[in-house]
């Protein structure tokens, strides 16, 4: 069963550290999506990226966040520095084009100390 | 930004019993898709309804679209303890998806 996989699972680490998160997509999707879940604000969309180029990101705090991808297997999302306000768990998911099912990963847990 | 809002925000019920959960919408869209997401887990798609459909079923659900209100209703019938979770509508807003904040769901045993 094709799946999207995320690592790291968990991460914990100090305020003011680089932060980097990978998405592996499922072969054959031509869209990748970055989500940011927490419990006050729900499931934000953070950037999405068709056939590798950037096509919105404007939910992302362009100061310190950062997205790429580097070739069609590897979407990464980067926190540089990183802050107590971005502890959340972070989605990868994707698709075959921006409005159809998507796939999730299961998501990096994120804690910033 | 949130596109579709669910209500209720949390219900709890009897395993057996059915469950429905709303969603509204605000602009016009293309499609509205309904996804599920255990503690822990990543969101799960469970059915897409196109805006010229009024109603969608598979297997225990059964997802109904009315254009004219913007609003959608996912019923899930005879209801299990493992359907316990989080329901979430998403809608195409600029090209891509917008998920509200979702219906947390217990079914009871």
């Known amino acids: 069963d094709a799946r999207v996989t995320q690592t790291p699972r968990h991460k914990v680490t100090e305020m003011g550290q680089e932060v980097t998160m990978r998405c592996q997509p499922i072969?054959?999707?031509?869209?990748v999506f970055w989500y940011r879940q927490t419990m006050m604000q729900g499931l934000e969309l953070l950037a999405y990226f068709r056939n590798r180029a950037p096509l919105d990101d404007s939910g992302m705090p362009k100061d310190r966040f950062s997205a790429e991808m580097p070739d069609a297997t590897l979407a990464t999302l980067k926190i540089q520095p990183s802050e107590p306000r971005d502890s959340a768990v972070y989605f990868c998911a994707s698709g075959l084009n921006p409005n159809q099912p998507q796939h999730f990963g299961d998501g990096t847990r994120l804690s910033i100390l | 930004s949130q596109q579709g809002e669910e209500d209720p925000q949390a219900l709890s019920i009897q395993e057996g019993e059915n469950a429905t959960m709303n969603c509204s919408y605000k602009?016009?869209?293309?499609?509205l898709q309904w996804y599920r997401q255990n503690s822990g887990r990543g969101l799960v798609h469970l059915i897409l309804?196109?805006?010229?459909?009024r109603e969608k079923h598979s297997g225990r659900l059964r997802v109904t679209l009315d254009t004219s209100k913007k609003s959608s209703s996912l019923l899930i019938t005879a209801s299990r303890a493992a359907d316990t979770a989080s329901y979430f509508c998403a809608t195409d807003e600029k090209n891509d998806m917008r998920f509200g904040a979702g219906t947390r769901l217990t079914v009871k045993p």
């Open positions: 072969l054959g999707h031509n869209t």
């Open positions: 602009t016009s869209i293309n499609n």
């Open positions: 309804i196109r805006s010229n459909e």
